[in-house]
């Protein structure tokens, strides 16, 4: 009867067979290989979407910068959706010099212009005669349009928008200035939008 009922207990005993080994390892294969996918791809991608990421950081920076000289400024002699001219008053010790130190000195006017062609936009300083001086430098750039200023009033229907400058008899001159950047979205396809915008502080200046 002993031999019997060891037999009878070896038989009993549970345990995967060759087939459902195989299915197992296939599945783990499969898991492990789309595992492996995506973190290749999520690798692969990081240094884009950081690319991207940097440049609305950058472009943020950039709107910064010229939304303070826009704040400066006394009067806009011109103007496109892709340029804009005008006069500023700037800190420096003569136009397209050095910044000013004496900070009991007062600000100087110049012109300064925006023009903006493909993914950059560059900035040139210029005399009151309109004397370019100094060195033309990138202002903007990673842009995906050139559709960046707007003013207010504009030839709009209703000038009170963000629109195209007026011009001809009876214009009115811009008190305002939008700057709409556009850059690679970083979360997906498509450009992202960043605008901002200033009123001329010293316009009064110009209408004394």
């Keep these: 009867m002993k031999p019997l009922?060891?037999?009878s207990i070896v038989k009993d005993e549970s345990g995967m067979t060759l087939i459902e080994m195989l299915v197992a390892a296939t599945m783990s294969v499969v898991i492990v290989g789309a595992s492996c996918a995506m973190l290749i791809s999520a690798v692969r991608d990081q240094p884009a979407l950081s690319g991207k990421a940097q440049n609305v950081t950058t472009a943020?920076?950039?709107l910064e910068r010229i939304v303070r000289e826009i704040r400066n400024g006394v009067v806009v002699e011109s103007g496109s959706s892709s340029q804009v001219m005008m006069k500023v008053r700037l800190r420096r010790v003569a136009c397209g010099g050095a910044p000013?130190?004496?900070p009991s000195a007062e600000p100087i006017e110049c012109k300064v212009s925006y023009s903006c062609s493909g993914s950059l936009c560059t900035r040139t300083e210029r005399t009151i005669s309109g004397t370019p001086v100094g060195t033309t430098a990138i202002a903007l750039s990673g842009i995906g349009s050139t559709n960046v200023f707007c003013f207010?009033?504009?030839?709009?229907?209703d000038p009170?928008?963000?629109g195209p400058l007026q011009e001809g008899a009876g214009a009115k001159p811009a008190t305002?200035?939008?700057v709409n950047l556009q850059v690679p979205d970083p979360e997906g396809p498509g450009l992202l939008t960043i605008s901002d915008g200033a009123t001329l502080r010293t316009a009064a200046l110009h209408l004394q």
């Design 176 to 178: 305002y200035i939008g």
């Design 152 to 157: 207010v009033p504009s030839a709009e229907a």
């Design 60 to 62: 943020r920076y950039q």
């Design 160 to 162: 009170t928008r963000c």
């Design 5 to 7: 009922r060891r037999i």
């Design 100 to 102: 000013q130190t004496n």
